[in-house]
């Protein structure tokens, strides 16, 4: 069945540390999107890409960095100039805005 | 900007009753306007969608119209579940300044459903 795998599904980051979560798709589509969710303040937009080697940030881009190297992976690194990394990272893929998202299953990372 | 405004919650409903969770949005241009479902530790669910004025999205027994006089997507269903605990997200997709067609998803900030039996 096709979707979208994230992993890993819990991450720890020591702080001072770069961690790199995975986003793999295997729909053909052509968009992906990374967000953030925090309780109580939905989900933001971190980076998208609409094109291979192609990416734009979104409204919360600052200390993560993103790649896109080929059509199924959207890998996402938050670096360690984000202050506040913990939080539940959510993968998304779409061929067409009226189509809808599809979204992973999402890795929670903590600092500790 | 585009944003999206959801009732607040939580929401706790006994099972069978009806529920109503409010949606308004603020879009430039002709947006298309999603309902999407997140249970606990999962990612988020397509629950329905509408891509036009007066538009009816359904599925699994909820629904949502798409009113552009009152910029309103609200969700809707007759009678609820146990099972449909959860938290709900309006969302809308815009299409980019390049006018590409895969636009950007702005949501609402959740609405936490708990329905007891």
């Not at chain 1, 990374?34 to 939905?42: C, I, L, S």
């Not at chain 1, 940030?57 to 960095?65: L, T």
């Not at chain 2, 309103?72 to 006018?99: M, P, R």
Request: hydrophobic letters at 30%; aromatic letters at 12%.
């Amino acid at each position: 069945d096709g979707g979208i795998t994230q992993s890993p599904k819990y991450l720890f980051r020591k702080e001072g540390q770069n961690v790199t979560l995975s986003c793999e798709q295997n729909l053909n589509h052509d968009a992906m999107y990374w967000y953030r969710q925090d309780p109580g303040q939905g989900l933001r937009l971190i980076y998208y890409s609409q094109i291979v080697n192609d990416f734009q940030k979104g409204d919360i881009a600052e200390g993560y960095s993103v790649s896109r190297e080929k059509k199924e992976s959207f890998p996402l690194t938050v670096t360690s100039a984000q202050k506040n990394p913990t939080a539940f990272y959510l993968c998304a893929s779409t061929r067409e805005r009226s189509y809808g998202y599809t979204f992973g299953s999402g890795t929670r990372l903590t600092v500790v | 900007g585009n944003s999206v405004t959801q009732m607040e919650g939580p929401v706790t409903l006994s099972e069978e009753a009806f529920l109503t969770i409010n949606c308004t949005y603020t879009a430039t241009g002709y947006p298309s306007l999603f309902w999407y479902v997140q249970y606990p530790g999962e990612g988020l669910q397509l629950l329905l969608k509408a891509t036009k004025a007066d538009d009816k999205g359904s599925n699994k027994g909820f629904e949502a119209t798409y009113r552009k006089e009152t910029t309103s997507f609200h969700l809707e269903k007759g009678s609820v579940q146990v099972s449909d605990s959860a938290v709900y997200f309006c969302a809308l997709s815009d299409v980019t300044a390049g006018g590409t067609s895969y636009g950007k998803l702005t949501f609402g900030q959740g609405t936490i459903l708990t329905v007891h039996p």
